[in-house]
């Protein structure tokens, strides 16, 4: 599987960086060689990134969070949306607004108001206001749905964050660093590997890559919804079969307590009668 992913890669163009005067030295750990002025990017790294990005995010999603894709790059807009839909988690592609995580409580503020404004649309009531006022609402509407209508069912800080060209999304890297949630990045020989938790390195220039890498991290999202729905299934309790004993001993019990009952009762009443007797033949001895 490892030999068929690496051909595909590599196929895809993923070992091809950038030139070497736009290169950065903390990426020399991820290049292999240098091929006139391109830096060649060591695919067994490449594929050791993969396959820890993998194991991160499926241990996040079968923990209960979310993975947020980021790729705001035109070459990553449809491979972020279209990964992000089949494995049923959010996305960014369209530009991310500064305070998107660490803000998040007036991010779900604007969504509230595209709700707003979409019911105002359907029950005709924007079309009642002036025609300026209407024409300002609806370029609000579109202005809030462009850039957020990928997290819009998003009601919680996610567990991870998946960004495509690290260097340009370096703002949602830094609010996710500052509110300690793990991040995945695909790094080309200009982005610096120390902003990401796990580095892939590879080219993210090319839209074949990209959409190859975002496939296998969108299966590994897949199935730690397959380990959420194992974890959660309820174990059948064992049947809990109550002992005779207890109920035996109450009940010799409860015997041997009448026993001893109608055993005092009849001492007592024997006794009683003797004394009976013998008042009886007391007073017929002192009768003349």
Request: hydrophobic share 40%; charged share 30%; glycine share 6%.
């Amino acid at each position: 599987m490892t030999k068929e992913l690496a051909r595909e890669l590599i196929n895809a163009g993923v070992h091809f960086g950038h030139s070497v005067s736009r290169w950065n030295p903390k990426m020399a750990q991820f290049i292999f060689a240098k091929r006139g002025n391109i830096h060649i990017i060591d695919v067994k790294k490449t594929l050791k990134g993969l396959l820890i990005a993998r194991k991160l995010l499926a241990e996040v999603v079968s923990s209960g969070k979310d993975v947020v894709f980021v790729g705001t790059k035109r070459q990553a807009q449809k491979a972020v949306e279209a990964v992000a839909d089949k494995c049923g988690m959010y996305y960014v592609s369209e530009r991310w607004l500064g305070g998107m995580l660490t803000n998040f409580r007036t991010i779900r503020s604007r969504l509230q108001r595209l709700e707003q404004l979409e019911a105002m649309q359907e029950d005709g009531t924007l079309e009642s206001e002036s025609k300026k006022q209407a024409s300002r609402m609806k370029r609000e509407m579109r202005k809030i749905k462009s850039n957020l209508d990928g997290i819009r069912k998003m009601s919680r800080l996610p567990g991870a964050v998946v960004v495509v060209d690290a260097k340009k999304e370096y703002l949602a890297l830094c609010e996710a660093r500052k509110l300690g949630i793990a991040t995945v990045g695909l790094l080309d020989t200009d982005s610096d590997p120390d902003t990401v938790d796990v580095a892939i390195p590879a080219n993210d220039d090319s839209i074949r890559a990209i959409d190859l890498i975002l496939n296998e991290l969108g299966d590994a999202v897949a199935i730690g919804k397959t380990m959420i729905s194992t974890r959660q299934e309820p174990k059948p309790r064992p049947r809990r079969v109550r002992s005779k004993r207890p109920s035996l001993a109450r009940a010799d019990e409860a015997k041997s307590e009448t026993a001893v009952a109608a055993e005092d009762t009849a001492t007592k009443a024997a006794e009683s009668a003797q004394e009976g007797e013998t008042k009886q033949q007391e007073t017929k001895q002192s009768t003349p």
